[in-house]
Every structure is written in structure tokens, then in C-alpha cells.
């Protein structure tokens, strides 16, 4: 079974104007997160594909900001360029034995403690997060390298039309588990970034901070 994903992929990040000019000019690098219920395991997460849905993120945690782990006083994008490198991506399905292998160990191993699974929520997914970051466990047990990146895709938001099976806020999310994956930040085009100001930056210009 092969893991490595086959071509590059665009992920953007929300977060506040000042820490994205300070990333894109090389001054700071982004901190992976590592919360209990992270929905792909530990690390830098980016929407695919999606600027607007990553500007709607920033602009959430800019209106609650218990959402993020730093405050957004300016909503702000970036975006990458990703080279997925070894991928649990779990949009295909031969990648889904891995997952119940990692499963089975974390059920056996809390059982063993006495202690119970943790559980799913609709926002937070701490069962998920521990069964994914197990898998570095398990590689690392059996002296395999452990995923660089985990790839997903989650159906949410409301039908589009009534009846619809098609959701509104439904996307594909990309968690960097090995930073280096990270070929080159840029200024994403073809979309307004606001401040909280309503001020409009970056309209179609996108700036290179490092090459291939």
C-alpha cells in the first residue's frame, strides 16, 4: 500500500493580520496545534483549496475568541504550498485499515488502564484525535516513518437547495504534521482579506517568501 500523495496541494490558514505578515516575511513560523480533540491529530491545519472558508474561520475566531489559541484582533489569510509527502489520506479508502488497526490498540490499551474511550462531538473529536495520533505510535513500534501529513474531508454546514445532499460548508482540511512539507507561504489572490477595520488588503497579488 503506498501512502505517498501524488502532487502538490494549496492549503490556507486563518489568522490574525499580524502574525500572517510576520510568517510571510520569514519572522515567525507557525506553531502546530495539539488540542484533545483537533480533528486530524496534532499539527498546522489548512483549509484545501478554500481561501474564503479560512477568511470565514479567522473572522469566527475574531467574533469568539475562545475559538483560537491566540487572539485575531485583524483577520487575515495565508496561504502554501504543501507537498503532502507520506499521507494518511483518509479520503481513500485503503487507507482506512490503519485507522482501525490504531483503534483496536487505543481500545485494548484504555481497557487495560481501566479507563474508558473518549468520545465525539459534533465540534470536538477527541476520540479521533487519539486514535490518529496513536498511529505515530504504532509506526514508530514497528520502525516505520510516521505520516508527514493527514488529509480529510468532512460534510457540514445545511443543504444547499431543499432536498439537496450537498452541504454548504463542506471541506477538505489538511493537518502538517512535518512542518518541512511546507514549500512556500504566500498572499493568496483573487480574495479581499479584511481587517477587523473592514480595511481591504491584498487584492490579486501574491508574494513569494521562498522557492522549490
Not at 479507563?115 to 470536538?124: A, R, S, V
Request: charged share 25%; hydrophobic share 35%.
Amino acid at each position: 500500500m503506498s501512502f505517498s500523495f501524488p502532487r502538490f496541494i494549496y492549503g490556507y490558514h486563518g489568522c490574525d493580520r499580524t502574525v500572517g505578515e510576520a510568517i510571510l516575511a520569514g519572522k515567525k513560523t507557525l506553531i502546530p496545534s495539539a488540542n484533545s480533540y483537533d480533528w486530524l491529530g496534532s499539527g498546522v491545519y489548512f483549509w484545501e483549496n478554500t481561501p474564503e472558508r479560512a477568511l470565514d474561520w479567522a473572522k469566527k475566531c475574531f467574533r469568539y475568541p475562545n475559538l483560537s489559541r491566540g487572539r485575531i484582533k485583524k483577520p487575515f489569510v495565508i496561504g502554501a504550498v504543501i507537498e503532502p509527502g507520506l499521507c494518511l489520506d483518509l479520503t481513500d479508502m485503503g487507507k482506512m485499515k490503519v485507522l482501525q488497526m490504531a483503534y483496536d490498540f487505543v481500545k485494548e490499551s484504555l481497557a487495560h488502564e481501566g479507563k474508558t474511550l473518549p468520545q465525539n462531538t459534533k465540534k470536538k473529536r477527541e476520540l479521533d484525535c487519539l486514535v490518529i495520533n496513536t498511529v505515530k505510535i504504532i509506526n514508530s513500534r514497528q520502525n516505520h516513518d510516521d505520516f508527514d501529513t493527514v488529509r480529510g474531508a468532512f460534510v457540514e454546514g445545511k443543504p444547499i437547495y431543499p432536498k439537496a445532499k450537498i452541504y454548504d460548508r463542506t471541506h477538505i482540511q489538511i493537518c502538517v504534521r512535518n512542518l518541512n512539507c511546507i514549500r512556500f507561504f504566500f498572499l493568496p489572490t483573487g480574495i479581499d482579506l479584511f481587517s477587523a477595520d473592514k480595511t481591504a488588503i491584498g487584492r490579486n497579488r501574491m508574494r513569494i517568501l521562498s522557492q522549490f
